[in-house]
């Protein structure tokens, strides 16, 4: 009987009910556990970036960054269709620093068959950031955690090989 007290069930009159931890007549509300697929609320840079993503991303790699249909598989001239950016896509495998190149110069940066264009005379390097910051909102914490890991050795190694300058006051 001690074991069952301590565990809250012991023995009840049928008048008391059930314990208050185990009553199944007002259950909590659901927990939604599902990762968003769009967008949450949009301020600053990530409204920016959608904003950009609609006018100059949208119509290759999709309204909901679900990229084109089979887009693993070689078109007849070799090149791929657009990649989904959301996590079914490769846009996470790459570091910050890749992506805004990708964008700025062009897919061929990456894939010498891409049909990608280069975007530098439409968007600067912070709308550029600003793109990827909403392409973000796609991604699970698996998938931005990865990503960020990846920006992290990006920035590691541009260190080791182009350190900052020193500057020498005359």
């Not at 970036?49 to 070689?74: F, L, V």
């Amino acid at each position: 009987m001690a074991v069952l007290v301590g565990l809250g069930l012991a023995l009840r009159r049928p008048s008391e009910g059930p314990p208050e931890h185990l009553d199944r007549s007002n259950p909590p509300a659901p927990i939604d556990l599902t990762w968003p697929t769009q967008a949450r609320p949009e301020t600053g840079q990530v409204a920016l970036g959608r904003t950009i993503y609609d006018r100059e991303c949208a119509s290759c790699h999709g309204a909901n960054a679900e990229g084109q249909p089979n887009w693993t598989q070689a078109l007849p001239d070799g090149s791929l269709p657009a990649p989904p950016h959301d996590a079914s896509g490769h846009t996470w495998h790459h570091s910050d620093a890749e992506l805004i190149r990708i964008i700025l110069m062009g897919g061929t940066v990456y894939d010498p068959n891409s049909n990608m264009p280069a975007f530098a005379e439409k968007v600067t390097v912070e709308e550029a950031e600003a793109i990827l910051a909403y392409i973000r909102t796609y991604w699970g914490p698996r998938e931005r955690s990865y990503q960020a890991e990846q920006t992290r050795r990006w920035e590691t190694i541009r260190e080791q090989v182009m350190p900052t300058p020193t500057v020498v006051d005359p």
